[in-house]
């Protein structure tokens, strides 16, 4: 579990940070209150792995090749990490519960609350946190071009790629816990998947208005 959190560590602070650095255009507002993952995490790996973790800890290959795709689209195109912000953040509020729910059943301690704090959320609930990121992410669609928006569909198979990467890199854990990494990255697959069809959705829908708003104008 704790190699599993690991190889996404990096990935969700990155994410993060880019969010705060570009907080006062498009996508600042994706990082929903409440959302933040990193500190999460960090304590996680604090309690698996002793509270001196990042001593020894060095990023491995295949998170670092993740990582410089992310650096590579932020300097060209910072609009284009949507793809991974929701994708991620998705996969982990439905795939995560359900991980977490299995590794509590699992456990012989009576307590639930260490070692579980990435797919806790504190005063609030998934259900909030979903509907504030969809309702971000298509407020952030009416606001940019096709262009742009098939771009971001695009990279949406590279998450998809890059996930199951830095999955396979993971060395020196049970089959149990490989097969619920790959469950989280069937959730995410899912959820691109949903993304495509929403998002190819909302550009018909907002296609027809504009022929609807030529039409009114025409008869007006």
């Known amino acids: 579990w704790a190699e599993g959190l690991l190889v996404f560590y990096e990935v969700f602070k990155f994410l993060e940070e880019a969010l705060e650095r570009h907080k006062d255009s498009l996508i600042g507002d994706l990082l929903i209150p409440g959302m933040q993952r990193t500190r999460a995490f960090e304590e996680d790996l604090s309690h698996y792995l002793g509270q001196e973790w990042k001593q020894d800890y060095s990023v491995r290959p295949e998170v670092q090749n993740y990582l410089e795709h992310l650096r590579n689209l932020e300097e060209r195109q910072p609009y284009l990490l949507v793809a991974y912000v929701y994708h991620l953040y998705m996969g982990l509020f439905s795939g995560g519960q359900i991980l977490r729910a299995k590794k509590m059943m699992s456990l ?62 993971v060395k020196g854990v049970d089959e149990v816990l490989r097969r619920r990494l790959l469950k989280l990255l069937i959730a995410v697959i899912l959820l691109i998947i949903l993304f495509l069809f929403s998002w190819g959705y909302f550009r018909e829908e907002h296609s027809a208005s504009q022929q609807t708003d030529k039409i009114i104008n025409v008869e007006l």
Do not use: C, H
């Not at 609030?124 to 952030?140: D, H, M, P, R, V």
């Open 108 to 169: 012989s301690s009576v307590s639930t609350s260490e070692g579980n704090n990435v797919t806790a959320y504190e005063n609030t609930t998934i259900g909030s946190l979903k509907k504030q990121l969809k309702g971000a992410i298509n407020e952030f669609a009416e606001n940019i071009d096709r262009e742009l928006r098939q771009e971001i569909l695009e990279e949406g198979i590279n998450v998809f790629k890059l996930n199951n990467t830095i999955i396979a890199s």
